[in-house]
Nanobody, 128 residues
Framework: QVQLVESGGGSVQTGGSLRLSCAQS???????????MGWFRQAPGKEREGVAA???????MYADSVEGRFTISKDNAGSTLYLQMNSLTPEDTAMYYC???????????????????WGQGTQVTVSS
């Protein structure tokens, strides 16, 4: 059973940086595995939205709101996913979740219903 555990959230001021990590266990990808790993976030009263995704061949996708500020990466084994977040603003405040699916990311990479399982989330709070 695949399990995802996020870490690295916290409270920072505007302009600060955080690096989120997501450790995956319960499944081992091979060299030939096809998968997409993504970061989503959800602020109070808002829908969950896609932040960034990366697939097994290293293609990266970003939401317009974070392009140029956030960088997604993973280790070669696909067991750990990262999200480097720079130039944070209060609009980035949310619970951040990692998720995965056994398919390429594709054009619908930012649609939550196409992914699972999910981690428990890590809170990011940015103050002005």
């Amino acid at each position: 059973q695949v399990q995802l555990v996020e870490s690295g959230g916290g409270s920072v001021q505007t302009g600060g940086s955080l690096r989120l990590s997501c450790a995956q266990s319960g499944y081992t990808y091979t060299t030939y595995s096809i998968y997409c790993m993504g970061w989503f976030r959800q602020a109070p009263g808002k829908e969950r939205e896609g932040v960034a995704a990366i697939d097994s061949v290293g293609r990266e996708m970003y939401a317009d709101s974070v392009e140029g500020r956030f960088t997604i990466s993973k280790d070669n084994a696909g067991s750990t996913l990262y999200l480097q977040m720079n130039s944070l603003t209060p609009e980035d405040t949310a619970m951040y979740y990692c998720t995965t699916r056994r398919a390429y990311c594709g054009g619908a990479w930012d649609v939550p219903s196409g992914f699972g399982p999910w981690g428990q989330g890590t809170q990011v709070t940015v103050s002005s």
